[in-house]
């Protein structure tokens, strides 16, 4: 069975071979075209009551006549007043078609009730097709069930008096007249389609070209950020590197009796422990800024969380004592990632200054969400250190901390690997420790609703 391509639009219908693009087109075009029908059916019943004063003149019957077009102006009010119900007003195309087939039987009725044919109906058949043609924007099949209706509803009343040459050429124009009218909506709604996908198409590119701007003005934050946290770590340590140098090289050289050679051992200590702080600082910046080569390119596969908790338990081991309970099963997710933030997690309790002795570590999974919850006995964060420490980089406007250049990077790490992968970093403060919760869930599930968040903020952006 052939398939419907996007864009490929019926011969004979002048629609979307494609539901959902119809669909999207109709949506399109809905609250232009409503206005249109609306407007040209409601001058047409305007123009269509008036002429009761021309039957007056040229009517035989002129009561029965006005009796005709006011019960069938009186239908087709009611019709169209049905629009005014919010729900009704995705049916305005067959409405609006309903009431000019009625306008069309009512003045064919009347040419019927005459006893003979004069050009007085036929020229206003020819008035109406012209300018519904022009005004309203029926679907093609709608306007054509309209004209052909009224063209049949002629012969019938016109050939019904008799088949004179008079009635057989105002049949035969009235025919040409009709089929221009259907050819002209044919080719305007084949047009709006091709329209409608052209618009669509530059939507679409410039889609594109927004995603790729709003691309480069991240990675230029991030660069600018990179740069800036480089600068910071850096700074200090140089300064006291270059300091401590002079001491060194002072107390070999002993043109100075104040600087002794334990000075320079000293000032030697010193070196090793701000090139040793310079080497850590760079490494943990280079480990959070690696995680944006996995932006937009990771490797989904399924991942262990136990495994991953029982590599982690390990490295924590060494220094640390850790109690592992649960299982987390198996997701679909980045392993890089991960193995990013659980070694990142682990340069976090193994810092003195985190005071953390022992771990308790409890995996679960609920509804595929697994959660690895950590509680450790160490120094307390606070919410207000925990969100300083976790934000990212390019949010960070001070970089001047109490700690000199000691920026924290362990948890800004761990924070940044799992918000790639969709998951979530939440922490609470104990007495005496802290609770930190990793949420991990299926990639392409977690990212449905990062995605969302991301376009929301953008709108409101």
């Known amino acids: 069975m052939k398939t419907a391509k996007r864009g490929e639009i019926g011969l004979w219908s002048a629609c979307f071979a494609s539901r959902e693009t119809e669909a999207a087109f109709s949506d399109f075009v809905f609250g232009r075209n409503l206005a249109a029908n609306v407007g040209g059916a409601s001058l047409g019943l305007i123009l269509f009551v008036a002429y009761i004063f021309s039957d007056y003149i040229d009517a035989v019957n002129p009561d029965r006549v006005a009796a005709i077009r006011l019960v069938t102006f009186a239908i087709s009010v009611l019709l169209m007043s049905s629009l005014l119900v919010k729900k009704f007003r995705k049916y305005h ?61 002629f012969v019938i009343a016109a050939f019904s008096h008799d088949g004179s040459r ?13 089929l221009i009218c259907i050819t002209g909506s044919y080719l305007l709604q084949r047009y709006q389609r091709v329209d409608f996908l052209k618009s669509q198409t530059i939507q679409h590119q410039n889609t594109k070209l927004n995603i790729l701007l709003e691309d480069a003005r991240r990675d230029n934050e991030r660069k600018l950020a990179a740069m800036n946290m480089l600068v910071h770590f850096v700074k200090t340590p140089l300064h006291q590197i270059s300091g401590f140098s002079d001491i060194v090289m002072n107390s070999l050289d002993g043109d100075d009796d104040r600087i002794s050679i334990s000075d320079g051992i000293e000032g030697a200590r010193y070196i090793k422990g701000a090139t040793a702080n310079l080497t850590k600082s760079i490494n943990d910046l280079l480990a959070y800024h690696r995680l944006d080569d996995l932006d937009g390119r990771l490797s989904v596969d399924e ?13 924590l081991s060494e220094d640390v004592d850790v109690r592992l309970e649960g299982s987390g099963g198996v997701i679909r997710t980045d392993d890089n990632a991960l193995k990013t933030a659980f070694d990142s997690l682990a340069k976090h309790y193994h810092d003195p200054a985190s ?11 609920k509804d595929g969400v697994a959660q690895i919850e950590l509680r450790d006995n160490g120094k307390m964060l606070d919410e207000e ?22 920026m924290p990077m362990a948890l800004r790490t761990v924070a940044r690997a799992l918000d790639l992968v969709g998951g979530g970093f939440e922490h609470r403060p104990l007495t005496s420790g802290n609770i930190l919760v990793l949420k991990l869930s299926n990639y392409s599930k977690a990212m449905m609703g990062h995605a969302l968040d991301e376009m929301q903020v953008g709108r409101t952006g």
């Open 93 to 153: 195309d067959p409405i609006s078609a309903t009431v000019l087939i009625l306008m069309g039987a009512a003045i064919n009725l009347i040419v019927y009730t005459q006893p003979s044919l004069e050009n007085t109906y036929y020229i206003a058949l020819i008035q109406g097709f012209i300018l519904f043609t022009l005004l309203l924007r029926l679907s093609f099949i709608s306007m054509s069930t309209v004209i052909i209706s009224t063209q049949a509803f």
């Open 166 to 178: 008079d009635t057989v050429l105002q049949s035969v124009n009235l025919l040409f007249v009709g």
């Open 303 to 315: 991942t262990s969380i136990d495994d991953l908790a029982y590599d982690f338990s390990e490295l």
């Open 355 to 365: 005071g953390v002795s022992s771990v308790a570590i409890d995996i679960s999974n």
């Open 385 to 406: 250190t925990f969100q300083r420490d976790t934000e990212p980089l390019t949010k960070i406007s001070n970089y001047l901390t109490s700690a000199g250049s000691e």
